[in-house]
Structures are given as structure tokens and as C-alpha cells.
T-cell receptor, first 114, second 115 residues
Framework: SQTIHQWPATLVQPVGSPLSLECTVEGTSNPNLYWYRQAAGRGLQLLFYSVGIGQISSEVPQNLSASRPQDRQFILSSKKLLLSDSGFYLC?????????????FGPGTRLLVL | AQSVTQLGSHVSVSEGALVLLRCNYSSSVPPYLFWYVQYPNQGLQLLLKYTSAATLVKGINGFEAEFKKSETSFHLTKPSAHMSDAAEYFCAVSVDETSYDKVIFGPGTSLSVIP
């Protein structure tokens, strides 16, 4: 069965420090992968999506970048974190589970920048 | 352009009472509509989605939603609230059923269930 992993679950980082959040998917190949940010009291904002290795589309200009070094690995990074980068980061993949194709979300990483 | 509004950032209901979470959308083309639930510190889980096959859509956990084109609404309901329904609920709209890079999420409604 397909599963999606994210780590770490929680992260507290100082302003100006680097960031690396990892997302991996198991049980599927060549999935479409997505990074979302959910700020407190707000809906989800799509940050990046990828349709394959090395293929990254960015939805909004920001302090973050993404990479897909392997088929089932999607990494969210920053060279220098800002206070405004705090939020709940969700990775998702598009795939089939039973008869329905839909988007499945990982457990998320809660990032607090101080 | 598409957009989603969810009336009420926070809704409280008594256990056993009707749950009604409101969602209105704006779309220049026939929309695909979704409801997701997010339990504390977890990712989102799809409750149901509307794809024009039927206006009344039944989802998991006893939830259902009705698409009303004249009202541009897709409200989520459940006849009897359980304590386990306490969570954040997101309505979303898309022009495409499967291109999730085009999905627009609403701001969410936090549901509290009072014993």
C-alpha cells in the first residue's frame, strides 16, 4: 500500500538558519508531489509541485526552494529562514487508492521560526 | 479565476446535533469541489468530492454535501455530530478533477463538538 512520510514532525529554528524538510512516498512510482504551507488560521497555499525527477514548478515567489532528487523524494529547503516562514508544511501526492484518484497528504511538519 | 469562501471560521455544535459547514465558491467554468478534514497535527484527508455525477455527494464518516449551482454553494452536513468530528474542515475548488496544482483551498472552519 502507498504511504507518505514527512520529517521532522516538529522543528524550531532561529531566523537566518537553513531548512531542509523531507517527504518520501512508498508504494508508488512517478507520483506527482506537492508542498503546501498552512499558516495559522488560514487555508493551504500551494508552494511547489513536481511531476518528475528534477521537475519543479513554483507557485509563489518566496524564500523557499524545492528539489526532487529521486522519484519518491521531495525536499523543501531554505538557505535563510524568515519569521514569516513559520507554519505547518504538508507534502502530498496524487494517486489512486481504490476507485478514486485524489490527493493524499502526509502528516505534516510544524515549523516555528524564532 | 476561482475562489472559495467558508462562512464561519469556528463552529460549535452539541453532540448529536446537526453539523452544517458552509462553503460558497466562485468559478467561471463548471467546478470540481472537495471537502477535506484535518485532525490536530495531521495532514488532510479527503471527505468527499463533487465531479458533476450527482449533486448530492456522500462521503466518509457520515458526511455529505450538496452542490447547488444556483446558490454557488457546496455545504457540508452530518445529521448527528460525534465528539470525534472535532477537527478543521476545508472546502476546495478546482477547474480540473485531477490537476491538484490548480486546487484553491478555503480558509477552513474549525468544528468543536460539545458533550
Amino acid at each position: 500500500s502507498q504511504t507518505i512520510h514527512q520529517w521532522p514532525a516538529t522543528l524550531v529554528q532561529p531566523v537566518g538558519s537553513p531548512l531542509s524538510l523531507e517527504c518520501t512516498v512508498e508504494g508508488t512510482s512517478n507520483p506527482n508531489l506537492y508542498w503546501y504551507r498552512q499558516a495559522a488560521g488560514r487555508g493551504l497555499q500551494l508552494l511547489f509541485y513536481s511531476v518528475g525527477i528534477g521537475q519543479i514548478s513554483s507557485e509563489v515567489p518566496q524564500n523557499l526552494s524545492a528539489s526532487r532528487p529521486q522519484d519518491r523524494q521531495f525536499i523543501l529547503s531554505s538557505k535563510k529562514l524568515l519569521l514569516s516562514d513559520s507554519g505547518f508544511y504538508l507534502c502530498a501526492w496524487r494517486g489512486l487508492r481504490g476507485p478514486q484518484e485524489t490527493q493524499y497528504f502526509g502528516p505534516g511538519t510544524r515549523l516555528l521560526v524564532l | 479565476a476561482q475562489s472559495v469562501t467558508q462562512l464561519g471560521s469556528h463552529v460549535s455544535v452539541s453532540e448529536g446535533a446537526l453539523v452544517l459547514l458552509r462553503c460558497n465558491y466562485s468559478s467561471s467554468v463548471p467546478p470540481y469541489l472537495f471537502w477535506y478534514v484535518q485532525y490536530p497535527n495531521q495532514g488532510l484527508q479527503l471527505l468527499l468530492k463533487y465531479t458533476s455525477a450527482a449533486t448530492l455527494v456522500k462521503g466518509i464518516n457520515g458526511f455529505e454535501a450538496e452542490f447547488k449551482k444556483s446558490e454557488t454553494s457546496f455545504h457540508l452536513t452530518k445529521p448527528s455530530a460525534h465528539m470525534s468530528d472535532a477537527a478543521e474542515y476545508f472546502c476546495a475548488v478546482s477547474v480540473d478533477e485531477t490537476s491538484y496544482d490548480k486546487v484553491i483551498f478555503g480558509p477552513g472552519t474549525s468544528l468543536s463538538v460539545i458533550p
